[in-house]
T-cell receptor, first 117, second 112 residues
């Protein structure tokens, strides 16, 4: 079974530029997550989709970050314009969405390392 | 805001030593997961604990969920260099929402 795919793996941009990340979740997974992970810290949830609807985006800086999940499959995360503090690894994860069990397992992609200069 | 604090933040030990990592919160979680993350990769799930007081063993790793489901611990017996990595706990918070809250992380280095 193929895992969560992300691209690009690395991106270097100047501040105030725009950048987009792409995620292809595991086939059949209803829930998709985008996390921001600052070096050496735990991931912080940016946005969570259930199929193609947003479940939680309370920690998404909406003045510069946007995300969409078209047709409930692939997802893109965009930053416009980027700031220095956006330098981080952006992780995408997906899960089957088995909420009733309380053990919905997340599977993570390798992440995209963003450096803003 | 739900927070998960992990301790210690960093740990460097010799091969063969034992260690314990703690994950604490003031919030109650429906379940708690432990992940290990290696450089350049995403976190990989080690275990999920669901019931208060639950203990799970995975070879040399022992995981415990607190009785009140607010804390957890990970104990490694006879650590090996292959155990090196970033250990993350993640609590599933389902009160009014449904999301995972990750801990602050514990970076472990096991020296040969």
């Amino acid at each position: 079974e193929a895992g969560v795919a992300q691209s690009p793996r690395y991106k270097i941009i100047e501040k105030r530029q725009s950048v987009a990340f792409w995620c292809n979740p595991i086939s059949g997974h209803a829930t998709l997550y985008w996390y921001q992970q600052i070096l050496g810290q735990g991931p912080k949830l940016l946005i969570q989709f259930q199929n193609n609807g947003v479940v939680d985006d309370s920690q998404l800086p909406k003045d510069r970050f946007s995300a969409e999940r078209l047709k409930g499959v692939d997802s893109t995360l965009k930053i416009q314009p980027a700031k220095l503090e956006d330098s981080a690894v952006y992780l995408c994860a997906s899960s089957p969405g088995q909420r009733l069990l309380g053990t919905d397992t997340q599977y993570f992609g390798p992440g995209t390392r963003l450096t803003v200069l | 805001t739900q927070l998960l604090e992990q301790s210690p933040q960093f740990l460097s030990i010799q091969e063969g030593e034992n260690l314990t990592v703690y994950c604490n919160s003031s919030s109650v979680f429906s379940s708690l997961q432990w992940y290990r993350q290696e450089p350049g990769e995403g976190p990989v799930l080690l275990v999920t604990v669901v019931t208060g007081g639950e203990v799970k063993k995975l070879k040399r790793l022992t995981f415990q969920f607190g009785d009140a489901r607010k804390d957890s611990s990970l104990h490694i017996t006879a650590a090996q260099p292959g155990d090196t990595g970033l250990y993350l706990c993640a609590g599933l918070y389902t009160s009014g929402t449904y999301k995972y809250i990750f801990g602050t992380g514990t970076r472990l280095k096991v020296l040969a």
